[in-house]
């Protein structure tokens, strides 16, 4: 089970609606697909969704170091895969995602050969998670649209997207919060609103008892002491993504007591770090959920295996196959809001 060769290639897709975020719109996203060859004849196959905004990740370069991580590697069997995981944990804050896609290449070699599934090598807690849907920032109307398309589709969560004009955003959070009475909302900022401006938009939902179950990255990424000060005023849970990629990041927030909730992204932390954040998370008595980027059916299918298998979120927004085209699940299974991890190829 000793790997031979890596492939790497590049995938895009396009977004049906683009995807409209605080201060960043995409219209169609690359993922790159990973294949290690072993010499048993096993190939395991993972898949990154690089990330500039979040991971400072550009395709080129990525693909570009194919030979090193080739190098670093061959040779390696994949039943200690942690030897592994320790190679490719070197490459954290530089590719962070092909870091996660060799990783998630290698448990997939792994479960080919015991002859297991990935969620059943993450733990087994679970067989299925149910996820939110995202909905992007727009208009007022347009948001109602989309929120009434998503509850119609049977999704309990709803993800808004705010962080660029506070009051619009509370009038649209407030609006949906009136209308669809029956549905929980995650509200993610990106970074978008200085922490004054959080606690305002936090008191302000409050006040309209929206069911706002999550307040996500209020903040820019290094002011801890902004996210401290809003978890400490605001009524609402506090969450941190973007500034959480390794189990450092994690261990500092938690350290300064900053969150309620960490959002885990397999593409930000690979497995090893996202891994030892549940374990930090766990410790510290706080909640986590699990994000994705711009994956694919087969990308998802990652995060799907991995959250059934240790059963560590309590929110799963997994839903990035959902919103662009022509890629639907692969190795899961999706009825509604429901992800199985029994489907074919799974
Ligand atoms: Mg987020």
Redesign the pocket.
Known sequence: MKIVDLQFEESVSTYIKPLHIANEIAAEATNIRVSLLTDSGITGKGEASPSFRVNGESVPALMALRAQILEEVKGMSVLSYMLIFDVMDRFSSSSSSLKLAIQYAVVDAFCQHTGIKPYQFFGGRKEYVETDKTVSIGSLEETIADVEAIVSEGFNVVKMKVGEDLQRDIERVVSVSDRFRNISLIV?A?TGYTAKEAVFFADALYRERCPVVLL??PVPVHDLDGLKLVRQKAQLPVGA??CVRTRYDAFRLVKNDCVDFI?VKLMKSGLSDALAIIEIARSANISLMI?CMCESGYGISQSVHFAAGTGAFVYHDLDSHMLLRNTGPVGFDQRGAKLFVTGPGS
């Open positions: 993610d990106n996500e990255q993504d973007e959002n994000g």
